[in-house]
């Protein structure tokens, strides 16, 4: 599993700057102003700093960004690296600034002098996000291993103590790009409920339910999309339960498609590679779950991923196959490349039924409509509860993890409508990204605060994003833990 770099805190020290090996970062205001570590950077490279200060390439600069002067001459660093950030950051400016350095860094080590400069934990949560590489099928080890970090502060133990529930979620969201960027052969459904079991070690409560299990539920709708495949569904159960014993929790839900090929109803091969990503719902509901496990988070929460496979065989579910679900409605399979609701409309219901919860999200890469609708900025947010819409938006907002709310109505749900079962599984092209929301609506029980997170253009991406490499992402790791921590431990 990738890991992020090992940061520290330490106090300051301005006699180590002269001697630090690898890379040594010192922090300019935008204004120019040197604070006391920049001062004896600049001392010791004979005003190197000050001129760079001074300079039309400064005036240039933007808070978070980073100036690099190779070979500082008077230092042993290969490089200094000058950041640009005000004394008192906002959150995003100290974050973009660990992204930039990060960035740079490469596989040396890193000290960085931050003196007094304010959340200085989330410079280190931008270092530790951005400092990312998927490297465990590479023989040719050309990827560098992990490396270190300090940041000298004025305040090292706060600092730490600041930083400590952050990096835990820093693993989380590292946790969940793994999942998404591994591929298929590797991240069966068997070894995908290996990895989620293996988080007990962490105090999480997890419980694998196979085939028979769900069969015994009347889970037809999710055991349809899985029938044409060798690898064996299973519905993956992790509780974390760090609040008030006997509180309701809130409960996520998230779509495992390990592979999806479409089923019978067969994708184009241009592109199908990239369905090894069609679990990323299920992958951030892991790495939510493994963060709050790894900060000791004083809430219940449930998390629940319905692994599958979708492929074609001469036992997969055809389109016009109708199917049942736990709930004892009937779905007409139109489109068997209209898998990822199939799933969710059981593990839903299941966890409405098992937990009582005081709330559900599910998360799922579901529609390329969402694509052509939101492109790769924002996540769809559909709920049939404006508080909990809100607070999830501000909590997104917060973490700079781009969503935006999308309509439901009477009209887009009878799209749905089947001559021959209680539902069709598609609504056809137009509003696709609705009606997939209509349909999973309709396994929402009746006073359940729910949101649909549509993150078909979020999860996986072809270019580097604010706090990613290009591939997974890990988006929603941090919003759903934002909104955790803001309205049920706050």
């Known amino acids: 599993m990738t890991t992020p770099q090992t940061i520290r805190f330490a106090d300051v020290d301005l006699d180590a700057l002269a001697s630090a090996e690898g890379r040594v970062a010192v922090i300019v205001t935008p204004d120019g102003k040197l604070d006391q570590a920049a001062r004896r950077a600049n001392r010791l490279?004979?005003?190197?700093?000050?001129?760079?200060?001074?300079?039309?390439?400064?005036?240039?600069?933007?808070?978070g960004q980073v100036v690099t002067l190779a070979m500082p001459a008077g230092m042993a660093a290969e490089a200094l690296d000058v950041v640009c950030l005000p004394r008192r950051p906002s959150v995003d400016e100290a974050r973009r600034a660990g992204v930039a350095l990060a960035k740079v860094q490469g596989d040396a080590t890193l000290t960085l002098a931050a003196g007094s400069t304010a959340r200085a934990e989330q410079v280190a949560l931008g270092l530790a996000l951005r400092a990312y590489d998927f490297a465990d099928h590479r023989t040719s080890k050309d990827a560098p291993d992990p490396c270190s970090a300090t940041i000298m502060v004025s305040k090292p133990d706060e600092a730490e103590a600041a930083a400590a529930p952050l990096l835990a979620v820093a693993e989380g969201v590292f946790f969940t790009r793994d999942l998404v960027n591994e591929p298929a052969n590797i991240l069966t459904t068997t070894?995908?409920?290996?990895?989620?079991?293996?988080?007990?070690?962490?105090?999480l409560k997890v419980e694998v339910l196979d085939e028979a299990e769900m069969e015994k539920l009347g889970m037809g709708?999710?055991?349809?999309?899985?029938?044409?495949?060798?690898?064996?569904?299973?519905?993956?159960?992790?509780?974390?339960?760090?609040?008030?014993?006997?509180?309701?929790?809130?409960?996520?839900?998230?779509?495992?498609?390990?592979?999806?090929?479409?089923?019978?109803?067969?994708?184009?091969?241009?592109?199908m590679e990239d369905m090894t990503m069609d679990m990323g719902g299920a992958g951030v509901?892991?790495?939510?779950?493994?963060?709050?496990?790894?900060?000791k988070a004083k809430a219940n929460?449930?998390?629940?991923?319905?692994?599958?496979?979708?492929?074609?065989?001469?036992?997969?579910?055809?389109?016009?196959?109708?199917?049942?679900?736990?709930k004892g409605d009937t779905i007409e399979v139109i489109n068997t490349d209209a898998e990822g609701r199939l799933v969710l409309a059981d593990v839903m219901w299941y966890a409405q039924e098992a937990f009582k919860p005081r709330g559900m999200i599910d998360l799922a890469t579901l529609t390329g409509a969402c694509i052509i609708a939101l492109g790769h900025e924002n996540a769809a947010v559909f709920s049939n509860d404006d508080t909990l819409a809100g607070q999830f938006l501000k909590a997104a907002d917060a973490e700079g993890e781009g969503a935006w709310r999308m309509p439901l109505g009477q009209a887009y749900d009878d799209m749905l409508k089947s001559p021959i079962a209680d539902m069709k599984n598609?609504?056809?092209?137009?509003?696709?990204?609705?009606?997939?929301?209509?349909?999973?609506?309709?396994?929402?029980?009746?006073g359940c605060p729910w949101i649909h997170l549509d993150i078909a253009g979020v999860a996986h991406v072809k270019s580097d994003t604010a706090y990613a490499p290009?591939?997974?992402?890990?988006?929603?790791?941090?919003?759903l833990n934002r909104l955790i921590a803001d309205t049920l431990e706050g």
Not at 308 to 318: I, K, L
């Open 221 to 271: 709708s999710l055991l349809s999309v899985g029938q044409g495949s060798d690898s064996p569904s299973k519905l993956v159960v992790m509780r974390w339960e760090g609040g008030t014993k006997g509180d309701a929790p809130l409960a996520l839900v998230g779509k495992g498609v390990v592979f999806d090929t479409g089923g019978i109803s067969l994708k184009p091969a241009a592109g």
């Open 285 to 295: 509901v892991a790495g939510v779950m493994r963060a709050l496990a790894l900060r």
């Open 45 to 63: 490279t004979k005003g190197a700093v000050a001129r760079l200060a001074d300079s039309k390439r400064w005036d240039k600069a933007k808070p």
């Open 191 to 203: 070894e995908f409920a290996k990895r989620l079991s293996d988080m007990e070690k962490l105090g």
């Open 426 to 446: 598609v609504g056809g092209r137009p509003a696709g990204s609705i009606t997939a929301a209509q349909f999973l609506q309709r396994f929402v029980q009746e």
């Open 301 to 326: 929460v449930v998390g629940l991923v319905g692994l599958v496979e979708n492929m074609p065989s001469g036992n997969a579910t055809r389109p016009g196959d109708v199917v049942k679900s736990m």
């Open 470 to 479: 290009k591939g997974a992402t890990g988006w929603g790791v941090l919003a």
